[in-house]
């Protein structure tokens, strides 16, 4: 999808590289938001770097908005789709790191969780979560839909996962320690992955079709 910057001369073949930045830098919000979630860093200690960062792919956003404007204001509607495209998915690059903020701030109000079967399923959703988010810059920016196929199918079982400990402890009342904030660890890792879905849905699916990923609507965790 990017490899059309390749060859353009007008500023916007760096939205590529920013892009992939704003990706970078939301795997770093998110594990720091984790390492804290878990017990794994002080909150104080973090604070600072966390939100420096989550500000810069804030600002990556904007920087792509206004790049993808003036490239549409100039080369008019032949360009459009790709347009649409990159607003959207910027959209999605920013939101990842916002979530992983929520994240953070719920290490701040309830500290980490005591040792257990619930710590060690969300240690091991982060686990398959961190990951994905630099990978799905790399499926983009080589728009390699066989990766991608194989991404999405990952990314839903991962929502599938969250949505089921969600269903435990706020259906089922299972008794494990601070069952409201483990929800919303678990919801706010469902939302990641439906974000880093509309990234990848870019390479398999038209445009109109962006931010609606083929699952079913019992799955669904937005």
Request: glycine share 6%; with cysteine.
């Amino acid at each position: 999808m990017f490899k059309w910057l390749r060859g353009t001369g007008d500023g916007l073949a760096g939205v590529e590289e920013r892009f992939g930045g704003m990706l970078s830098d939301g795997r770093h919000v998110f594990d720091l938001a984790m390492a804290a979630r878990l017990g794994g860093a002080d909150p104080e200690s973090i604070k600072d770097t966390l939100h420096e960062t989550e500000e810069r792919t804030d600002e990556a956003e904007r920087e792509i908005r206004r790049r993808v404007i003036v490239h549409a204001s100039v080369h008019g509607a032949g360009d459009l789709s790709a347009c649409l495209m990159y607003m959207s998915i910027a959209k999605d690059a920013e939101r990842i790191a916002d979530l992983s903020k929520n994240l953070f701030e719920l290490a701040q109000a309830v500290g980490p969780p005591p040792a257990g079967e619930l710590r060690d399923d969300l240690i091991a959703t982060r686990d398959k979560v961190s990951p994905m988010i630099v990978e799905a810059a790399r499926i983009f920016a080589d728009d390699d839909r066989e990766a991608a196929q194989d991404f999405i199918e990952r990314a839903r079982a991962v929502q599938q996962h969250c949505m089921g400990w969600i269903v435990r402890l706020v259906r089922e009342r299972v008794d494990v320690p601070q069952p409201a904030a483990s929800a919303l660890t678990y919801r706010h890792m469902a939302r990641i992955a439906a974000n880093l879905l509309n990234i990848i849905s870019a390479v398999v699916m038209p445009l109109d079709q962006l931010d609606y990923p083929d699952w079913d609507e019992g799955d669904r965790t937005d």
